[in-house]
């Protein structure tokens, strides 16, 4: 009698070994099924914009009212909202339990335009995730903004990062770089036009009455900086080159207009 107990006792434990991952599988399969049931889209709450109604941010995510809060492609919704209205930047996109979806996007401004097919085209000021273009205008819009001459924008597309021809005679790390600090210092409130005409130094007219003389590959948070000093101590009604591409003179000379 004892050795059938033992027997019995054996079975009976290895049936429960066996019945605990099932039931283990059994809820993850019923919480997954509740989720997926009961949480779905109700409202969809977008913050952060401006240039673009509400509306039109919700009908370009694709989102439906229905659709289930867990199983959104929020990345896929992101890239279709920065391709679809492309003064979008960024988007942040977090439900909110139980029937509601965040979305909180970041908007592009336009800082400066550059030539390229069609026309003149606005892009914005650079960093992540890279200089965009934002619009085909025309060329009396594209004034209004710091102008990039002899400089063209390879098979510009709205919405797409800039491309730059082989031939452009600054990078795209450049070009960003510039545009950044440009921003960074507040300076395109000011800025006529960029000549990149010089393939050894580029041009940047600023202020209706200095032509600030850099080199490329300069370090622009740092010249903006010298800049800065140079225009306290100058008169406001001095015009004239402000030359910091001296190779072998670290000093800012201003050479006054008609010298």
């Known amino acids: 009698?004892?050795?059938?107990?033992?027997?019995?006792?054996?079975?009976?434990?290895?049936?429960?070994?066996?019945?605990?991952?099932l039931s283990v599988v059994l809820a993850a399969v019923a919480v997954v099924a509740a989720l997926t049931m009961f949480f779905k889209v109700d409202q969809v709450e977008v913050?952060?914009?401006?240039?673009?109604?509400?509306?039109e941010v919700i009908a370009a995510s694709g989102v439906e009212q229905g659709d289930n809060l867990i199983l959104l492609d929020r990345y896929g919704i992101s890239q279709r909202l920065c391709r679809e209205l492309p003064y979008i930047n960024d988007v942040r996109i977090n439900p909110k339990f139980p029937d509601t979806l965040l979305v909180e996007v970041t908007e592009a401004h336009a800082s400066a335009s550059i030539q390229g097919a069609g026309g003149w085209w606005l892009i914005d000021a650079g960093g992540e995730p890279g200089i965009k273009l934002l619009e085909l205008v025309e060329e009396s819009a594209a004034q209004d903004y710091l102008q990039i001459l002899s400089l063209e924008a390879a098979n510009p597309v709205v919405g797409r990062t800039l491309e730059l021809p082989e031939e452009s005679p600054i990078t795209w790390e450049r070009l960003s770089a510039?545009?950044?600090?440009?921003?960074?210092?507040?300076m395109f409130a000011r800025a006529d036009n960029l000549d990149l005409s010089?393939?050894?130094?580029?041009v940047l007219n600023y202020d209706g009455r200095f032509r600030v003389q850099l080199f490329y590959d300069a370090d622009f948070d740092y010249e903006f900086q010298r800049l800065k000093k140079v225009e306290e101590v100058?008169?406001?009604?001095?015009?004239?080159?402000i030359r910091m591409d001296m190779k072998d003179d670290a000093d800012v000379h201003f050479i006054p207009e008609g010298q």
């Open 198 to 202: 010089d393939p050894d130094t580029l």
């Open 178 to 186: 510039l545009l950044t600090a440009m921003e960074e210092h507040g």
């Open 234 to 241: 100058l008169e406001p009604n001095e015009r004239g080159t």
């Open 1 to 21: 009698m004892p050795q059938k107990r033992k027997k019995r006792r054996r079975r009976r434990g290895g049936l429960g070994r066996l019945l605990r991952p």
């Open 47 to 55: 913050t952060g914009n401006g240039r673009y109604r509400a509306e």
